[in-house]
């Protein structure tokens, strides 16, 4: 399947075959206007937007050419997070990395998923067997942990000063998450003593594989089906998704198709050579997992523009992998002082907030920024604190050429007077 | 008589909840995989050599099937090419971990042996994978490990060898131990530094 091919046009074409056919059958010719004017009720059987709504994922170092000469996407699509009001991601525009690889093709009714390894009883199950089993919806925000980093490939991007914040920190997305806690299906299953960690695995054609400690297995992990209120998208795993909430995205395995119970970690190729953080003293952490506390002015954000002097509400989103938000500070003033911030229902765990202040803009340069706290009491850190974190300073932070996991430093806006709003992060 | 009344509502209502109140069996919920169903799902092979299949495979002849299969995408002597990445490496990638351009390769920066059969064996070649038979794949690891100076070319590797190869970047990760990563990130330890 093609994702590119939207269903309408699917529909379109078809629906121009199937008339064409009946013209070359019938004895008489149809009238124009039936051949080609698409079936209204079947343009409304599932809803689009507005064509005047433009917001879009774009690709990070994904050059949909290269895609077409069948070469390989090295990284995937940002959302566009300036476009979003409250804190959802729309389905559509949640944020994908898939190191290249396009969904699989999979058909929930011959899809299986196997539970086995160190369990006294190995179960598998279909997606209807799944959607038996008492379900949880949860909103959980995904992250991928180079979201935000300034460097590594889509450094420059992120750095430059026209950057926005789909730029700066698109890899980033919320939903409502319905499915089964993994803990009840390990339950069942009856995990076996000795056991430390589980292996999840999926049916992408690479097999994504994804070491996990058992503890987050059967803490809060979730087998998901559901996705905002549908069946989980094609490009986000349909039809199964396990949802490690506040994780490194790496862990929400998409296309779910196996879990192993063991007891050790089998250093998958992502966990030991692509996500561990490499820091200057030659070190590479590996099996980092929890996200810290992030947020980001969404409203006014980079490559905006204010178009008079006046009241405007600053609004913005906050996450944190170590629970919900507890408090959202904004400045105007380049961080000489900070208001609390208004944070908007819902605030749930492990899931975006929305935050948002009031502020009159003077007409001189400012510098806007968000601060946020999580109910670990964890509170966001500044640029100099994450260099010193990697036991580097700025300067490294800003020259280097490797991914800076787990980036999750205080975002700053510059306002000019002409109203244009800038990165001001460097 | 208003108490009376009330114990027999509540009477009634916990009758009639016992059904759901019981904890219920998922029993039936889902069946016991064939043994076979899971042999053909379960493709890992662990750090210690758990899941590794019998067969096996020399650099000699893994370089006959580089060639055919993976050098289109990653050049002849896996020195990386447009498409795929660099394979080989060492101690000039080990050092380059310490500056501004770290680089990571299978031979430079891989822990384990193990995690090159297992990658190759689920997900390459890219987009054909699964094609290759698991002596095919000891032979094609067994490549990547020879041109990278780390095992000779003659070396058999199979489910007992490969897990004994030691990589030259295996002590550069931080805890060093896996058994310590849990207690880790229970003691709230970030990038390496514990409160």
């Not at chain 1, 779910?256 to 050790?264: F, K, P």
């Not at chain 2, 899941?51 to 020399?58: E, F, K, W």
């Not at chain 2, 000891?138 to 004994?164: C, G, H, Q, R």
Request: with cysteine; glycine share 10%.
């Amino acid at each position: 399947m093609n994702p590119k091919q939207s269903d309408r046009r699917n529909f379109l074409k078809n629906g121009a075959a199937l008339a064409g056919l009946a013209v070359g059958a019938a004895t008489t010719a149809l009238p124009a206007a039936a051949e080609t004017a698409p079936d209204i009720d079947e343009l409304h059987k599932y809803g689009e937007r507005s064509p005047l709504v433009k917001s879009v994922r774009i690709g990070s170092i994904n050059n949909p050419e290269r895609h077409l000469k069948d070469e390989p996407v090295a990284f995937g699509l940002k959302s566009p997070l300036q476009d979003q009001v409250g804190m959802i991601t729309p389905s559509s525009l949640h944020f994908i990395v898939s190191h290249g690889y396009e969904p699989p093709d999979l058909d929930p009714r011959e899809h299986r998923f196997l539970i086995h390894g160190m369990v006294d009883r190995p179960l598998i199950f279909t997606v209807d067997d799944l959607k038996r089993l008492p379900s949880v919806s949860r909103f959980h925000f995904i992250e991928c942990h180079g979201n935000s980093s300034p460097g590594g490939p889509g450094g420059p991007e992120r750095k430059a000063v026209i950057a926005t914040a789909q730029d700066t920190h698109g890899f980033t997305s919320c939903s409502l998450w319905t499915g089964v806690p993994l803990s009840l299906l390990l339950k069942e299953a009856g995990v076996q003593k000795g056991a430390t960690w589980i292996l999840a695995e999926g049916a992408d054609a690479s097999k994504h594989s994804k070491s996990i400690p058992i503890g987050k297995a059967l803490d809060d992990a979730i087998v998901a089906y559901g996705m905002n209120g549908e069946p989980i998208r094609p490009e986000q795993g349909f039809p199964l998704r396990l949802v490690t909430p506040g994780w490194q995205g790496i862990n929400n395995v998409k296309w779910l198709r196996r879990i192993e119970v063991v007891d050790e970690p089998y250093m998958a190729m992502m966990e030991t050579s692509r996500y561990p953080s490499v820091k200057l003293d030659g070190k590479s952490r590996w099996f980092e997992f929890e996200l810290g506390p992030k947020s980001v002015i969404t409203r006014p954000s980079g490559g905006q523009r204010l178009a008079a002097r006046g009241y405007y509400e600053i609004s913005g989103l906050a996450w944190s992998g170590g629970g919900a938000i507890r408090r959202v500070e904004v400045s105007a003033d380049g961080g000489r002082t900070w208001k609390d911030a208004q944070l908007h229902d819902p605030v749930a765990k492990k899931a975006h907030t929305r935050f948002s202040a009031p502020w009159t803009w003077d007409g001189e340069e400012a510098v806007l920024q968000s601060r946020c706290t999580d109910d670990q009491g964890t509170v966001q850190p500044t640029v100099a604190e994450v260099a010193k974190l990697w036991g580097a300073d700025v300067d490294y932070l800003k020259k280097t050429s490797a991914i800076v996991g787990d980036f999750n430093a205080i975002q700053p806006w510059k306002v000019n007077r002409d109203g244009s709003v800038q990165n001001a992060l460097f | 008589m208003r108490f009376s009344k009330l114990l027999a509502v509540g009477i009634a209502l916990l009758a009639s909840r016992a059904a759901l109140a019981q904890t219920p069996s998922y029993k039936g919920v889902g069946r016991t995989p064939t043994q076979e169903e899971i042999q053909t799902m379960d493709i890992s092979a662990g750090p210690d050599g758990k899941g590794l299949p019998a067969g096996q495979g020399t650099a000699k002849e893994g370089a006959p099937l580089f060639a055919a299969k993976c050098a289109v995408c990653h050049g002849a002597n896996a020195e990386g090419a447009k498409i795929g990445p660099r394979l080989t490496g060492g101690q000039a990638e080990i050092d380059s971990l310490k500056t501004l351009q770290p680089v990571r390769t299978v031979g430079g920066y891989w822990p384990y042996a193990t995690s090159v059969w297992d990658y190759i064996n689920r997900a390459m070649p890219r987009n054909q994978a699964g094609t290759l038979s698991p002596s095919e794949v000891y032979a094609l690891t067994a490549f990547i490990l020879a041109k990278s100076n780390i095992i000779k070319e003659d070396d058999v590797m199979d489910a007992k060898t490969l897990p004994k190869v030691q990589m030259p970047n295996r002590n550069g990760f931080v805890p060093p131990r896996y058994q310590d990563v849990v207690d880790e990130h229970k003691r709230g330890c970030k990038q390496g530094v514990c409160p």
